[in-house]
């Protein structure tokens, strides 16, 4: 039992990373692009990244 905890625990930790690492990269994305289109598009992206990031570190205290 702890030890799948563990491993869940684990993949939320590299799940997170991962979203902050998109986060980041769609941050700089937004920042560079002219086309409003374009713009949209990725502020979409980057609020849907951004709410799923919030989930999960909403799960990931429920381990602790």
């Given at each position: 039992?702890n030890e ?8 939320l930790?590299?799940?997170i990373s991962r979203?902050?690492c998109?986060?980041?990269f769609?941050g700089?994305q937004?920042y560079?692009?002219v ?12 609020l ?8 999960q570190?909403?799960r ?5």
């Amino acid at each position: 039992m702890n030890e799948e905890i563990g491993v869940k625990y684990k993949d939320l930790a590299e799940s997170i990373s991962r979203l902050e690492c998109e986060l980041a990269f769609l941050g700089g994305q937004l920042y560079e692009v002219v086309d409003e289109e374009e713009k949209e598009v990725l502020s979409n992206k980057y609020l849907a990244v951004a709410k799923e990031l919030n989930e999960q570190k909403g799960r990931l205290k429920r381990y602790k």
